[in-house]
């Protein structure tokens, strides 16, 4: 984000207003918004989000074990959709030991 600041401050600035824009029109509470922004910044592997929706949770009336508990759910989710993504792309591994699928990939 600092990069953008400096070289694409519009946009930055677009960026503080859809969050203006997310808090006037929330539909939802607190506590919830910051359950799912942790979510889902765990999936994206933000440390600073991370950090900043644990925080948010637990100011707005979240427990650690609540927080634990979508840790957990992540994590699984996660590991069922890679489970799935990979076994789809691996789904003809015959035909890749027989040498009848290319990668695609410059050796």
């Not at 506590?31 to 922004?37: E, G, L, N, P």
């Not at 789809?88 to 890749?96: R, S, T």
Request: aromatic content about 10%; hydrophobic content about 45%; overall charge negative.
């Amino acid at each position: 984000m600092r990069m953008l600041a400096e070289f694409f401050p519009e946009f930055a600035e677009q960026l503080d207003q859809m969050d203006e824009l997310y808090g006037d029109k929330r539909t939802i509470d607190e506590k919830t918004y910051q359950f799912i922004c942790f979510a889902l910044s765990i999936e994206a592997r933000s440390k600073p989000c991370v950090l900043k929706h644990f925080k948010g949770a637990l100011e707005a009336g979240a427990t650690v074990k609540e927080l634990a508990y979508i840790l957990a759910l992540v994590m699984r989710e996660a590991a069922g959709a890679d489970d799935c993504w990979t076994h789809d792309v691996l789904g003809d591994w015959k035909e890749i030991l027989a040498g009848n699928v290319d990668c695609g990939c410059a050796r």
